[in-house]
């Protein structure tokens, strides 16, 4: 509708602005009227169409749900700031960790930074309540971290420059949930002490709510530490850890000055690591690449800016295909649709209806079909989100996912529905009002004899659900097939009645000593148990959700030169091998001689020895091995196809024996998943344990109940010990490949759905085409032609279609997987093994055809009903 300036005008000077706000609201008031009369005749209109009514909302709802599901996991993983932490922009962090003598360079970088801090995470304590131990996860921090982040407590207050000072009587700050979960949310806490691993602690302050930590996704945080504690509080800084440079375990985040670009910053650490490197006589130093990579510090899940394309294309991919397909077939019923409603549209239009009030009309049915389609689909969105984000993953520390939806997939839902009510209603719509009013208005003038184009707009349509539901069913294939493979390999031990329970007597206030005589004592009361048959120890189990830690190490080469490789490193007790079922095919296993500190023995897989020595005997061969303390993900200065340098203190090691090659977690089947080696477990190790404590692994009797046969025997030794982690081996391994069957489900659910919309699709436009060429087919049945000749001429379409569709979707997702391998690792290990796979190739196009033709065969069988005395009778 619109307002004439010439009538504006006068009633402006005649009545000023109070006559122009009534002519305003008079004509809003006219445009709200004739909406709602729009409204209330579509919800007509599809009131009395429940069929497309159905189909329509239920494809909508099904593409909308899935596409703001996949926005929902990209939203909670990578888009989401870090929640109680003002300005997270201006946040940087180090992708890989550091040692503390090196933080210390950096932070001296006042000109870059407002602020900067380290931690070290996840660091598990044991926290003592009313005489019981619970296990709590936190960090150690500097007296900056909080500062830095530019949190403020909500009771008490956070660490300052006091807490750096070694010597200083040990204090906590707990996280809102903590206090309230744990402490009753008691105000006068502040003050009192908390006994984290055995040691009292003075709680000084409480951290805001929802507030845990600057990596809450990863290492969610109850309890913060200062890095000035003894190494007895926190035995991750044992040994002089903060002033090891060779030790990379602080985490570093810096705020940056307003005005630095993260690139200036970047650049400017790198000239100091290089700096250090020389200064310090780094062997590498002459090296080429980068040395520090920022990445952004406000955010759940730190991704590099020229990354995010990359990591996004995953979501956008499976979401965007889901939606295309579901808009197309959408769009082509309504076609169908809009032909049927041929005469009403042109009685309307012989009445003086305008063209562009006829769109507005069908415009609104459409967008009435959307916007129900989108409440449903952002609650089912809600629904899925809600149950992901409960998911509990076997890691040892807790992993926390927001997923629901928030504000900004709220707006993202919106828009997607806007553009899919648009994107089905808008072209049919401009189609449907098309129409020549003469023969529309005539009995049976609803079907036109004209010629057929192979390449209208519903045929495209269908060509794009064909192409679009094969690549999908095609991708997610390659993935099914690809987890499938990855969880069907033998994981090289025996896993039946294996059973697995874990302690952390250190963190309980065990020292060294004690914790190592209690282990020796549990284990021979272990086996000493009647159900148990053999008991062994371990700092790290097989198929763990975390791998074992990497560690570099060199041998021997030709001319007396050395070679670098890496390994997996387990740390384990005597009769190890025997419990756990692996056959050591060359050598020996260890022995109970083997844990004295002077030992020299060391097993190991078969894939290392073939890496290292070629088939030669690997047996008394010697490995030295240095950094064994730090994992490979926290050496700096790593890069792909590179080992890093071996520094610090070195071991020897002397070949005993060679083990059969066992899964660990789910890397086993990559191609650059490195070899184990196998060390005897000593005192020491005792001392440190790893995040996991150490694991008792015990192989029982038939129907015994070993698990509380064990928990009673250490319940005799010390009943304040924490046991966590109890467990089968089964159901360990059943919870590790839990996320993957989970990932089985969903996109085999998604394949599926792309199958029932494109059959869907197929049979709308047969029976729409059978409609238009009625007459036609009627005159073909009175001139003689066979029932076979009209099912050949109405399926033909079809087939066409779906021959078209086969080899562009064909392209389409290879292409696809290829782009996505390139740069998302995951997919590549798990697709790369099955997209040649003929079962894939070959068997989805046929079984795409199959269902496809079916979709064509019902409406085709309805053309050979046509009587041809009714369809050629025209006016």
């Known amino acids: ?212 930590g600057a990596s809450p996704m990863v290492y969610g945080a109850d309890l913060w530490l200062p890095v000035s504690v003894e190494g007895r509080v926190a035995p991750e800084l044992a040994d002089n850890a903060i002033e090891r440079r060779d030790l990379a375990i602080f985490h570093v985040v810096g705020r940056l000055r307003p005005g630095i670009a993260e690139a200036r910053a970047e650049a400017e650490l790198d000239a100091v690591a290089r700096q250090i490197e020389q200064e310090f006589g780094d062997p590498d130093r002459d090296r080429g690449g980068r040395r520090v990579t920022l990445l952004p510090g406000g955010k759940l899940l730190p991704v590099r800016k020229q990354d995010l394309p990359f990591v996004t294309t995953f979501f956008t991919v499976l979401g965007g295909m889901i939606l295309l397909i579901a808009s197309s077939n959408v769009a082509n019923m309504t076609l169908a649709r809009a032909a049927d409603r041929r005469r009403e549209i042109a009685v309307r239009l012989a009445l003086g209806a305008g063209r562009a009030r006829l769109v507005r009309q069908l415009l609104t049915e459409s967008m009435l079909v959307a916007v129900a389609a989108g409440v449903l689909g952002f609650i089912m969105a809600t629904w899925l989100m809600r149950l992901a984000s409960q998911i509990k993953l076997p890691y040892p520390m807790p992993l926390t996912f927001h997923l629901e939806p928030d504000g900004r997939v709220l707006l993202f839902t919106l828009a997607l529905t806007a553009f899919t009510g648009l994107a089905f209603g808008l072209v049919p719509a401009l189609q449907a009002t098309r129409t020549n009013l003469t023969p529309a208005l005539k009995e049976g003038g609803d079907v036109r004899l004209r010629h057929y184009r192979r390449l209208s707009l519903r045929n495209m349509l ?57 282990f020796e004592k549990l284990l021979d009361r272990a086996k000493a148990l009647p159900s148990v048959t053999s008991a062994s120890l371990s700092d790290s189990t097989p198929m763990a959700m975390i791998g074992k830690p990497g560690v570099p190490f060199s041998v021997a080469g030709p001319a007396g030169s050395k070679t670098l490789h890496w390994a997996r490193k387990s740390v384990v007790g005597s009769d190890f091998f025997d419990t756990l079922g692996i056959p050591v095919l060359r050598g020996r296993g260890f022995r109970k001689q083997d844990q004295a500190d002077n030992s020299m023995a060391a097993i190991v897989s078969e894939k290392l020895a073939q890496e290292c020595w070629r088939g030669e005997d690997p047996l008394g061969r010697r490995i030295e091995l240095g950094n064994q303390d730090v994992p490979k993900f926290m050496l700096a200065g790593s890069s792909a196809g590179r080992h890093p340098r071996i520094s610090g203190k070195t071991q020897v090691f002397e070949v005993v024996g060679v083990a059969r090659n066992v899964r660990d977690g789910l890397v086993m089947v990559m191609a650059d998943a490195p070899g184990a080696i196998y060390l005897p477990l000593r005192a020491a190790d005792y001392a440190r344990p790893a995040l996991h404590g150490v694991t008792l692994m015990v192989r029982a009797a038939p129907g015994a109940d070993a698990i509380g046969a064990v928990r009673r025997e250490i319940s005799a030794m010390d009943a304040n010990l924490t046991t966590f982690n109890a467990r089968s081996m089964p159901d360990q391994i059943d919870q590790i490949l839990a996320p993957v069957q989970g990932a089985l489900w969903t996109y085999g659910c998604i394949g599926i759905f792309g199958l029932i919309l494109v059959s869907v699709g197929l049979a709308g436009v047969t029976a729409y085409s059978v409609t238009r060429r009625r007459r036609e087919i009627g005159i073909r049945i009175a001139l003689g032609a066979q029932r076979s000749d009209v099912m050949g001429l109405v399926m033909k379409e079809g087939a066409v279609l779906v021959v078209l569709g086969t080899v562009i979707g064909l392209a389409i997702a290879r292409a696809a997987i290829r782009a996505m391998s390139a740069f998302m690792a995951e997919i590549s290990r798990t697709a790369g093994t099955s997209s040649s796979d003929p079962l894939l190739l070959v068997g989805a196009p046929l079984l795409l055809a199959a269902i496809a033709l079916a979709a064509c065969y019902v409406p085709a069988r309805q053309s050979l009903r046509i009587d041809p005395a009714v369809a050629l009778r025209q006016e």
């Open 1 to 212: 509708m619109q307002v004439r300036e010439d009538l504006i005008e006068p009633t402006r000077r005649r009545h000023g602005v109070p006559g122009m706000a009534r002519l305003l609201a008079d004509a809003a008031i006219r445009v709200l009227a004739e909406l709602w009369r729009d409204i209330r005749y579509g919800l007509r209109m599809l009131a009395g169409s429940p069929g497309f009514t159905a189909v329509a909302l239920i494809s909508l709802t099904l593409g909308i749900g899935v596409a703001t599901s996949a926005f929902s996991e990209l939203n909670g993983f990578v888009l989401r700031d870090v929640p109680g932490v003002p300005k997270p922009n201006e946040l940087v962090t180090l992708a890989t960790p550091m040692s503390y003598p090196n933080y210390k360079h950096y932070r001296e970088r006042s000109d870059l930074f407002a602020g900067t801090l380290a931690y070290v995470a996840p660091v598990p304590f044991g926290v003592s309540f009313g005489g019981r131990t619970e296990r709590t996860w936190g960090h150690l921090v500097t007296p900056s971290y909080f500062s830095t982040l530019g949190v403020r407590p909500a009771l008490g207050r956070l660490f300052d420059s006091q807490e750096e000072h070694p010597g200083r009587a040990p204090t906590v700050v707990v996280s809102h949930q903590f206090w309230q979960n744990h402490l009753g949310s008691d105000r006068l806490a502040i003050g009192k002490a908390l006994r984290v691993n055995g040691h009292p602690c003075t709680i000084i302050g409480v951290g805001p709510n929802e507030f845990q």
């Open 462 to 518: 269908v060509l794009a659900q064909v192409a679009g539901s094969l690549a999908l069913l095609l991708i997610t294939g390659f993935l099914v097939l690809g987890h499938q493979r990855i969880t069907g390999l033998d994981v090289g031990f025996d896993a039946g009645r294996l059973y697995l329970v874990s302690l952390d007597p250190v963190r309980d206030g065990y020292s060294g000593p004690q914790a190592t005589a209690f």
